[in-house]
């Protein structure tokens, strides 16, 4: 969704849907790295007591397998967000920013994971450590 401008009443109208998108992709992206240590550890596991025989079916197949389709989701997830306009800084804590016009100017109205609602925005160039309250806010 390009260009794409909200208001601050339309970013907290967003905010609990993106939250509940946002606890989706956060517990996808820990079951995904909590998976793929266990695979490098049995894959070195396997590698280091492995018989030099060919073995008939690849033993990582399935997890494998299962990595593919968790990163897919994983990327579905993330796309979410910038269909719907906003922008995904950070998975973890969550971070939103919403592109936005104040006084003439383009800004991000921005979120952090653990607030109420948006109730700050910055410049595209000044980024969260230049984050001030909305005036309307």
């Not at 793929?36 to 008939?56: D, G, I, R």
């Amino acid at each position: 969704m390009e260009n794409k401008r909200f208001t601050l009443d339309e970013a907290n109208d967003l905010l609990p849907q993106l939250k509940e998108d946002l606890l989706k992709l956060q517990q996808l992206t820990a079951q995904f790295e909590e998976q793929f240590v266990l695979y490098q550890k049995t894959k070195a596991h396997h590698k280091k007591f492995a018989s030099p025989v060919k073995e008939k079916a690849d033993p990582f197949f399935e997890i494998e397998g299962q990595l593919d389709f968790m990163r897919m989701e994983t990327d579905m997830l993330i796309e979410n967000f910038s269909r719907k306009g906003v922008l995904l800084k950070m998975i973890s804590p969550g971070l939103i920013d919403f592109p936005a016009v104040l006084d003439g100017e383009d800004i991000l109205i921005c979120w952090k994971e653990g607030e109420e609602h948006v109730s700050h925005y910055h410049g595209w160039n000044d980024g969260f450590m230049g984050r001030k309250p909305f005036p309307e806010a």
